[in-house]
């Protein structure tokens, strides 16, 4: 019975941080979204349907040369989940407009591959929605469960989506992978990188376990005396 | 998967009733305290993590709003960082959250077998707001660091600058909790400045 009170103890101080959450979102006037309800490993809720709305609310980054003195960037953005990372890039609206799937580096983890993104063979970009095949550069081998499209729009600049799985990365420990980076040397030298920052978690309860050990063994002492 | 995990639960309650017929207190504290650390892994951490994560992205990015440093979208447990052209983008995935340095905590304190119930509560709660504001502190420390100094410095602020600190005000924790009191009630010897004082010579 004793143990059951000290589950229930503990489970209500677990709780109790749980609930003090929430006043965090609730301060905030901005609306609070939700994860993608049908899957936890989703935490972006990204789509890759050549609709960008899902990109509208996330940071990018000004993709640019320092020699382009006319002040055309590019935006980008690099995200990751669980399962995938996922790219977005819009081209600047003046200079160099159009498309450029060639050249993707990403480093994960120390480790590099080259990646390019093209219109299905026999096809070209089209106005409208087009879908993108994701090869390695490598041998131009389709990479199995990437997805793209690149989305072209008169007198606008292209714009273009795609997700990789991570385990094109790393078949057997994928959910490893802690730093992504991107980088293009068509688009523009800066890098955009998605990472964690883990606190080596284990180490902590471990220790606390040896400082609790200690603590006990130390009362035990104290009491015999 | 829940049958196994309620049987486990019982014989673990079970186990920690014969140790404690025994009087085997040591192991019962060592059993109890995993056992209870593991049973919330399995049950309840895949509930907190999310809220606990964007707890953390959105308090970290307070500080970062008022200084202007950095900037969080906390609906996707995310830390922005934008140093000149680079940038960085920050999961505060569960590893991150200080979910699991909680549930540590939590569990080791209900099993030590010292402080009454109220100690306990008030103990634990303090020590769940300690952990969280330490991690908040490590990443606004490496927030800083990478918007001063750019993604070079990412490696050493986050696996060395950053941990030092949070490791620092973790094991300070542990050590107030759980040793420090137990060292001060230990006894060095008897001895009187009475009998051997001036006047008495």
Redesign the interface.
């Known amino acids: 019975m004793n143990v059951i009170k000290k589950i229930a103890a503990c489970m209500f101080t677990i709780s109790f941080v749980f609930i003090l959450s929430f006043p965090v979102f609730a301060a905030s006037t901005e609306d609070v979204l939700y994860l993608s309800e049908d899957s936890a490993t989703d935490y972006v809720g990204i789509t890759i349907d050549g609709n960008y709305d899902d990109w509208a609310d996330k940071p990018h980054t000004q993709i640019q040369y320092s020699w382009d003195t006319g002040n055309n960037y590019h935006l980008g953005a690099l995200f990751r989940d669980a399962e995938y990372v996922y790219l977005h890039i819009k081209m600047s609206p003046t200079g160099y407009t159009q498309f450029n799937g060639y050249n993707y580096r990403f480093t994960t983890d120390g480790e590099v591959n080259y990646v390019l993104a093209v219109p299905p063979d026999g096809t070209s970009i089209s106005e409208g929605n087009t879908p993108l095949v994701i090869r390695r550069q490598n041998g131009y081998k389709i990479i199995d469960g990437a997805s793209g499209f690149v989305t072209r729009r008169a007198g606008q600049p292209d714009e273009w989506e795609l997700s990789i799985p991570l385990s094109f990365f790393d078949k057997n420990h994928y959910d490893r992978i802690r730093t992504i980076a991107f980088y293009c040397s068509n688009l523009g030298p800066q890098e955009l990188i998605a990472t964690g920052t883990p606190t080596l978690p284990f180490v902590i309860a471990g220790a606390g376990l040896v400082f609790a050990t200690a603590g006990y063994k130390l009362a035990k002492r104290n009491r015999k005396k | 998967m829940t049958i196994v995990i309620a049987v486990i639960i019982i014989v673990w309650?079970y186990i920690?009733?014969v140790l404690?017929r025994a009087n085997l207190?040591?192991f019962k504290?060592?059993l109890?305290?995993?056992g209870?650390?593991v049973?919330?892994m399995v049950t309840?951490q895949?509930?907190?993590t999310?809220?606990?994560s964007?707890?953390v992205a959105?308090?970290t990015g307070i500080i970062g709003s008022l200084t202007g440093m950095f900037?969080s979208?906390?609906?996707?447990?995310?830390i922005?960082i934008?140093h000149g052209?680079?940038?960085?983008?920050?999961?505060?995935?569960y590893?991150?959250s200080?979910?699991?340095?909680?549930?540590?905590?939590?569990?080791?304190?209900?099993?030590?077998?010292?402080y009454n119930?109220i100690e306990?509560?008030a103990i634990?709660?303090t020590g769940?707001?300690w952990i969280?504001g330490s991690?908040i502190l490590?990443?606004v420390v490496?927030c800083i660091l990478v918007y001063f100094f750019g993604?070079d410095i990412?490696f050493f602020a986050?696996a060395i600058f950053?941990?030092i600190i949070?490791?620092g005000l973790?094991?300070m924790l542990?050590?107030y909790?759980?040793?420090r009191?137990?060292?001060i009630?230990?006894?060095v010897g008897k001895f009187s400045y009475g009998l051997h004082t001036p006047e008495n010579i």
């Open positions: 309650i920690l009733s404690s207190a040591f504290f060592l109890g305290s995993v209870m650390f049973i919330m309840i895949g509930y907190i999310v809220p606990l964007r707890a959105a308090s900037y979208y906390y609906q996707y447990s995310l922005f934008q052209a680079d940038s960085i983008s920050l999961y505060i995935d590893e991150c200080g979910v699991i340095e909680l549930m540590a905590f939590s569990a080791l304190l209900w099993f030590f077998p010292l119930v306990k509560l634990n709660i769940l707001l969280f991690n490590r990443l490496i993604n990412f986050h950053g941990r949070f490791y973790s094991i542990y050590f909790v759980f040793t009191p137990q060292i009630k230990q006894k």
